[in-house]
């Protein structure tokens, strides 16, 4: 492309989407994310570049996701997504940081530079799937994002308003039409016509009630299940709420990581006990259960309780098909709860990898499996299976004793009703709703399988987040000086006692995690290591203190 071509560029920047600020931004761990006042030139420069990775991409389909997941309304936030449906790949992190820096006089020569860096062919084609949240303000930067796309002569497809996991799986099947059609009906038509097959072969039994009552964080979570919900013939009663109206603010008071971070129920309903409830996010790629006892305290059934339960499940499918020669490994962050890492390594003997928090973390570590299990704690997560597990099954399904083929068939639909590119509330429920009614249990009973060392979060506010660096999958302090010594003195004095503090990578803040054997001495612990925080690394504002 020559360089008077890249003109538009500057012009599409200066006439429509000037840079106003001078705030730095940077590409975190799940794109840009901040106040989307400051967004819309940010938008713009990933438009273009899109386009530039597509190319790298020998033309193949990248998607870019107008959304900031579980923040507040006021939020906003755009990521880039790979052709094969996962996470920008780590190395252009810091071109996206530079691209949306630069001043509109230096974008236009940048941008040039990049091509070059990067080595991209301009003369080929070069293709954008563009998604969006419910917010106010996503339309205007979806705009923002087309016109990056247009400005180096790419072609933009725009999705409106879908979960974040629907355009990760439409980027992947564009790039690979064996996984799928790459439509939003061929996401409906893939994971849950694969729920209703397996339901078909599951008769509902035991304890297992198909009453599920589903929070959704006024977000395109609950709009996506309310149309599902009316194709499920009866296999699962979806109670829906929280779905935007009467004023529903997107997460406020509700959502899985309101009800994760507060452990407490969201507004928008009224608890009967042991009521099964699941919360999705605003964005619907993350997933809680929870349930109020008979004395109104909740139960939460979190990121480590899915993944165990899916782990344990998927395991009894290999054994009982004879496909028990395959690995499966489950991945976790170190905000997974020390008593699921006891209970995944003692009691399910399964495998366990610690690795960085972030998904495209776990996404890779997972893959190292034939079969990998990852999940956040905060209910992120999804199941990847290799190749060679696919062809494996699917021979069994075909050759196999009755009772191999019958296990083999069912563990297909499971994997169908997988979403493998990413964290996905919707499919993980109908997973999650899978194993229940396999298993015939409640919600009380799959909690009860093992018992959470009560735990805390908390955040601090400091003068840079960046200040403390971390190592061992962020478990350890590096710096500041001093720090990670007053942690360990800190939880030396609790029984059980773990914690530890690293920089968000979706907010200005550091998060502070604890766990001991009390909810109380957790509470103490936490309070104590974000005071530390404060203190040996700048803090600034109000000191930190336990929510009310």
């Known amino acids: 492309m020559p360089p008077s071509s890249l003109r538009v560029v500057y012009a599409f920047a200066r006439e429509m ?20 006042s400051l ?61 949306a820096n630069v001043s509109d006089n230096d974008l236009e020569s940048t941008t040039g530079e990049i091509i070059k860096e990067v080595n991209a062919d301009m003369a080929l084609k070069a293709s954008v799937y563009i998604g969006m949240d419910t917010r106010y303000t996503s339309p205007r930067l979806a705009a923002a994002a087309v016109h990056g796309v247009m400005a180096l002569k790419g072609t933009a497809k725009e999705f409106g308003i879908v979960t974040t996991p629907m355009l990760h799986y439409c980027v992947k099947c564009r790039n690979d039409n064996t996984y799928g059609t790459p439509t939003e009906e061929g996401y409906y038509e893939k994971i849950v016509g694969a729920f209703k097959n397996i339901r078909q072969k599951l008769p509902v039994a035991g304890n297992y009630n198909t009453t599920l009552y589903v929070d959704g964080a006024n977000g395109v979570g609950g709009k996506k299940l309310n149309i599902i919900k009316k194709t499920l013939d009866g296999e699962l009663d979806l109670v829906l709420f929280n779905l935007g109206g009467n004023g529903g603010k997107l997460n406020l008071n509700c959502g899985a990581d309101f009800v994760k971070v507060s452990q407490k129920q ?25 349930y109020l006892d008979d004395e109104s305290k909740m139960h ?115 994997i169908d009703a997988t979403n493998e590119t990413v964290g996905d509330a919707i499919s ?56 990670q010594e007053r942690i360990d003195e800190l939880c030396g004095a609790y029984a059980s006692g773990r914690s530890f503090a690293r920089p968000s990578g979706t907010e200005d803040v550091v998060r502070v995690y604890a766990e001991a054997e009390t909810q109380e001495a957790a509470d103490k612990l936490a309070a104590e290591v974000a005071q530390a925080v404060f203190d040996l690394a700048g803090g600034v504002g109000d000191r930190p203190t336990l929510p009310a």
Not at 266 to 290: K, N, T
């Open 39 to 99: 967004l819309e030139h940010v938008v713009y420069r990933m438009g273009l570049l899109a386009v530039i990775r597509s190319r790298c991409k020998n033309g193949r389909t990248i998607g870019m996701m107008i959304t900031a997941s579980h923040n507040l309304e006021p939020d906003n936030g755009v990521k880039l997504i790979d052709p094969d449906g996962e996470m920008l790949e780590q190395s252009w992190e810091a071109i996206a940081t530079r691209l």
């Open 266 to 290: 969201p507004v928008g309903v009224e608890h009967v006990p042991y009521q099964r409830v699941a919360s999705l996010d605003g964005d619907a790629d993350r997933i809680v259960y929870y």
């Open 300 to 414: 939460l059934l979190d990121g480590d309780r899915i993944a165990t339960l899916l782990a344990s499940y998927v395991t009894e499918l290999l054994r009982a098909s004879g496909a028990a020669q395959l690995r499966l490994g489950l991945v976790q962050t170190a905000y997974a709860n020390g008593a699921s890492t006891r209970y995944i390594t003692d009691q399910l003997k399964v495998p366990v990898t610690c690795v960085k928090t972030g998904v495209k973390h776990l996404h890779h570590a997972a893959l190292s499996y034939d079969i990998g299990v990852y999940f956040e704690a905060n209910g992120h997560g999804t199941v990847v299976y290799s190749d060679v597990t696919k062809s494996t099954v699917s021979k069994i399904a075909q050759e196999g004793d009755t009772e191999q083929r019958k296990a083999a068939q069912l563990l297909l639909n499971f």
């Open 17 to 36: 989407h000037p840079k106003t600020t001078d705030v730095f931004i940077q590409y975190g761990t799940a794109g840009f994310r901040t106040k989307a």
């Open 428 to 483: 993980d429920l109908f997973l999650v709703e899978t194993v229940l009614c396999a298993r015939g249990v409640d919600v009380r009973q799959w909690y009860e399988t093992y018992a959470d060392l009560p735990c805390r979060q908390l955040k601090v506010t400091i003068q840079d987040r960046n200040t403390i660096t971390t190592t061992d999958a962020e478990r350890k302090c590096v710096s500041p000086e001093g720090l």
